[in-house]
């Protein structure tokens, strides 16, 4: 029988397809919304951080209203709050106003997180590592298609704050059409999630929150960091440690972004089938950190284009992976225990640049390949330990 809930998902993927976006469109606005607000640059980057802050507050309460009152009116939530963001953001010009839109549009984040991972997984039980990696792989397209847009815009001599009214128009349209779409339960299908088909339960023993359930939520903050250290200094590292052009560095993120989503293609079409999460979880790190080690003592510029590919494939998708292992380890109260990975997460995002940036002031910028070396490894060892716990839970 065909699934129910495909239309529904649809409505959840226009969601982080547009998210994609707006994870860089006020760095892609940067010179525009400091004329708008008559700040400078620097303030305007600030935004950012505020919607970092909004996400890190609400994910604390997001999860246990998504448990409590389930994942249908969450996700409309958050899709009508940022709809207030897009809009106010190019409407305003109180530079306060603008942050406190940050913040909601931080709230908003966490309200979608918290309600689409675990009704994803609800809607395809069979299914929930492809369909929340499958998340991912939407994200990348908005965030590839944004600039494009913009460049179009700009050719057009359009107003730069259409970009932010077209996507609030969309976000309106995906929560009227999410209110008219099923939601599968969220409460009562808890049972049949602990009992295998023979009736017996699933677990040979209860999990332990403590053990594999904080080792998940550490994958959730290693996940991220390598992600990010490579984000964030993958130009500078090309063009100081490797020696390349600072154009050429600039490329390289490119090639990066390129192996992001060939991996998140790749896994929507392999997991569940081929390969089991927790597999992909230790075998990422371990090809990362190669690839780190390759390019920590070879430099010719093939090889950096290359290791750089592999560098953008094997650190995407673990994050997403991590949610769904979270989910089957403990298959109640998927929105809290999904809520603790995106936290973790959230402080990866706030903390690691501030570590690799210290390290490299005091080292120099190799220091953030020994870092995220480290990091890969630490997630490596954490996600074998959970191999080994899921051997002894479950049947």
């Known amino acids: 029988m065909k699934n129910p809930y495909i239309k529904t998902s649809l409505g959840m993927y226009l969601n982080y397809f547009m998210l994609g976006m707006i994870n860089i469109i006020i760095a892609s606005n940067m010179s525009a919304l400091s004329e708008n607000y008559n700040r400078p640059v620097e303030k305007i980057s ?9 996400k890190l507050i609400a994910l604390f309460f997001a999860g246990r209203l998504s448990d409590k009152i389930g994942r249908k009116p969450i996700i409309i939530t958050g899709s009508f709050l940022y709809l207030l963001f897009l809009v106010g953001i190019p409407l305003m010009t109180s530079y306060p106003v603008a942050f406190v839109l940050a913040i909601t549009a931080g709230i908003a984040n966490s309200l979608l997180d918290s309600g689409t991972y675990p009704a994803l997984i609800e809607s395809f039980p069979k299914k929930s590592s492809s369909a929340t990696v499958l998340v991912k792989a939407i994200m990348s397209i908005g965030a590839t298609l944004l600039p494009f847009i913009l460049a179009i815009l700009v050719a057009n001599d359009i107003s730069w704050g259409w970009s932010f009214y077209a996507l609030g128009a969309l976000f309106l349209i995906s929560g009227i059409y999410l209110i008219f779409m099923p939601f599968p339960a969220f409460k009562t299908n808890s049972k049949d999630e602990v009992e295998s088909e023979g ?4 677990f040979k023993e209860e999990p332990k929150f403590w053990g594999e359930g904080l080792a998940i939520i550490l994958i959730g903050f290693t996940s991220t960091s390598l992600f990010v250290v490579w984000q964030t200094w993958l130009p500078e ?9 600072e154009n050429v560095s600039v490329q390289l993120l490119s090639y990066f972004s390129i192996g992001a989503l060939v991996s998140v293609l790749l896994l929507a079409a392999v997991l569940d089938k081929l390969v089991k999460p927790i597999t992909v979880m230790i075998l990422y790190p371990l090809i990362a950190f190669l690839s780190m080690l390759s390019l920590f003592f070879v430099q010719s ?3 950096v284009i290359i290791m750089t590919f592999i560098l953008g494939l094997s650190t995407s998708g673990t994050f997403q992976l991590a949610i769904t292992v979270m989910t089957q380890f403990f298959v109640k109260n998927k929105g809290t225990t999904t809520s ?12 690691i ?6 390290l ?3 080292v120099g910028i190799s220091m953030t390949l020994v870092l995220d070396m480290i ?14 716990r899921s051997k002894k839970v479950f049947r």
Not at 340 to 351: D, H, K, Q, R, T
Not at 375 to 388: K, P, R, T
């Open 340 to 351: 603790y990975v995106n936290i973790a997460g959230s402080l990866a995002f706030i903390l």
């Open 353 to 358: 640049p501030f570590i690799s940036s210290f």
């Open 375 to 388: 990091i890969a490894l630490l997630s490596a060892l954490l996600a074998a330990y959970v191999l080994v």
């Open 237 to 245: 590292l090309g063009s100081k440690f490797i020696g390349l052009s």
């Open 199 to 202: 009736g017996k339960s699933r």
């Open 301 to 303: 510029y093939p090889i």
């Open 46 to 54: 600030l935004l950012v951080s505020a919607i970092g802050i909004g």
């Open 360 to 362: 490299v002031g005091q």
